[in-house]
Structure formats: structure tokens, C-alpha cells
């Protein structure tokens, strides 16, 4: 059964950065494509960034520049490196992969990020 555990979340202000890790088990991240999502409050999750397993990368137009995905297949995590925060990134964060995102499965508890001065 796959578990994917997001941490790294907090409250920062405007300029400010935050790394958030995604810890996954009962999947070996390096053999499949692995996304960042964010659910703003009253809005739909969104896709931010994506890391397939060749190391290709894609990014929303929104965070493009200021986010970066990378993964660590020894340790079985993925990593979302946030710079240049603004309030509009206020959000819950999660990882999956697309293909368990398309059926809204393996979702796990997110982590919070707050951007406010």
C-alpha cells in the first residue's frame, strides 16, 4: 500500500523560502513520476511541479523560477524547494503521482504553508 508523508510546511513571510520533503513507502520513487500539488483554501488542488524518472522536470507557469523539484532515490523522498514565497502560495501542500492523483488515491495529509508578513 503506498504512504506518502509531506513535511517541511510553516509560516514565513513574503521573500522567504521553505523546503517541503515527501517521504514515500510502498512505491520506489525512482521509477515513476513524481508531482507537488497545492490546495489553496476554496480553490481545487492544483499541480505545481513534477520530476519524471529520468531527472525531466515541469513547473507551473505560477511557481516557474522560484520552485525547484528534485528527488533522492536512495532515501526514497521528494523534495520541493520553494524561493521567493508570496502570499498567493498560501496553501496545503501534497505529493503524488499523477496517475494515483487521476483517481484521487494515495493522497496524504499535506503539509500547511503560510505566507504572510
Known amino acids: 500500500q503506498v504512504q506518502l508523508v509531506e513535511s517541511g510546511g510553516g509560516l514565513v513571510q513574503p521573500g522567504g523560502s521553505l523546503r517541503l520533503s515527501c517521504a514515500a513507502s510502498?512505491?520506489?520513487?525512482?521509477?515513476?513520476?513524481m508531482g507537488w500539488y497545492r490546495q489553496a483554501p476554496g480553490k481545487q488542488r492544483a499541480l505545481v511541479a513534477t520530476?519524471?524518472?529520468?531527472?525531466?522536470?515541469y513547473y507551473a507557469a505560477s511557481v516557474k523560477g522560484r520552485f525547484t523539484i528534485s528527488r533522492d532515490n536512495a532515501k526514497n523522498t521528494v523534495s520541493l524547494q520553494m524561493n521567493s514565497l508570496q502570499p498567493e502560495d498560501t496553501a496545503v501542500y501534497y505529493c503524488?503521482?499523477?496517475?494515483?492523483?487521476?483517481?484521487?488515491?494515495?493522497w496524504g495529509q499535506g503539509t500547511q504553508v503560510t505566507v504572510s508578513s
Open positions: 520530476i519524471s524518472s529520468g531527472g525531466s522536470t
Open positions: 503524488n503521482t499523477p496517475a494515483y492523483a487521476l483517481r484521487n488515491e494515495a
Open positions: 510502498g512505491i520506489a520513487l525512482r521509477s515513476d513520476t
